[in-house]
């Protein structure tokens, strides 16, 4: 049996990565939340970490507040995003523990014109980008590592202290109040359902792929205001209204990569967004009715 430690467990991603492992009887699983665990405080973190002996160290924990984290929170940001994964790195090594990590489309610039790959550079154009960055050169000192890049996340809130819910389940909430919004056509990215990507983090485990950097999202890609017209459309209210904004009409401190999507040159692809969007959505659906 493999114990597993994943970090950020009340997090919308956490939350997925500990359903799915419970699940598998081969598994021991130690989740931990802010409550439990300071990825901040090093010394903290290693002897909480070497106390428990995982065999796998999963990271779940992120600091994600982009706008702040260019006016306010850079060193925070950095401290989480950054200097906490070469912590959990430093660790795993110390244990021979394999240590799994996720960044963000937002290393890139945004400029590409088709899908960034494993192979393409990094050029992030916000702290929060360069916070990611600096956590995905911390998370290759360990021996035994998989970097998962991934992307616009949803799926069930988070339930940690002062967690956010994802931009589908805001339209949802919103589209009970007003009956009309201005979205962004602009940033194009790929929405990833958090339990295809918690499945998807178990199967490169199991299949033992080669460590290393790895690009996991759904497939295809769409702007704020596609993501948003097919969560209405999914969700049964046709008396929404949709308009498409530039995204001057929403100034925002940090930048946004204009088209950043990811594809992967290493596995075979996950369904498409809409798909997964659907699956999501439908029980709310059924439940209103």
């Not at 199967?203 to 999202?217: A, C, K, M, R, S």
Request: net charge negative.
């Amino acid at each position: 049996m493999k114990k597993i430690c994943i970090i950020g467990n009340l997090g919308m991603l956490g939350q997925q990565l500990e359903t799915v492992f419970r699940a598998a009887a081969q598994y021991e699983v130690a989740g931990w939340d802010r409550g439990d665990i300071d990825i901040t405080e090093a010394q903290q973190t290693r002897e909480k970490i070497i106390a428990l002996k995982p065999d796998i160290i999963i990271n779940a924990a992120a600091y994600n507040n982009v706008d702040k984290a260019e006016t306010d929170d850079k060193e925070l940001a950095m401290r989480i995003n950054g200097e906490a994964v070469g912590t959990l790195a430093a660790v795993a090594n110390e244990l021979g523990a394999l240590l799994v990590h996720y960044s963000s489309d937002y290393v890139f610039a945004g400029d590409a014109k088709i899908g960034y790959k494993e192979i393409d550079e990094p050029s992030p154009i916000s702290v929060y980008g360069e916070s990611k960055l600096a956590g995905e050169k911390a998370a290759r000192t360990a021996h035994s590592y998989y970097l998962l890049r991934t992307s616009r996340l949803f799926g069930p809130p988070a339930s940690g202290v002062g967690a956010k819910k994802s931009f589908v389940d805001v339209m949802l909430a919103l589209a009970k109040e007003k009956k009309e919004f201005d979205l962004v056509d602009e940033e194009w990215s790929s929405p990833t359902y958090v339990a295809d990507l918690a499945k998807r983090t178990k199967e490169i485990i199991e299949q033992q792929e080669p460590y290393g950097l790895y690009h996991v999202t759904n497939s295809g890609a769409c702007t704020w205001f596609g993501f948003g017209k097919e969560v209405f459309k999914l969700a049964g209210l046709s008396e929404v209204v949709t308009r498409s904004v530039s995204s001057s009409s929403f100034p925002r401190p940090a930048k946004r990569p204009a088209y950043s999507e990811l594809t992967s040159m290493k596995l075979h692809p996950m369904r498409p967004w809409q798909d997964a969007l659907k699956e999501y959505i439908e029980p709310m659906v059924i439940e209103k009715k």
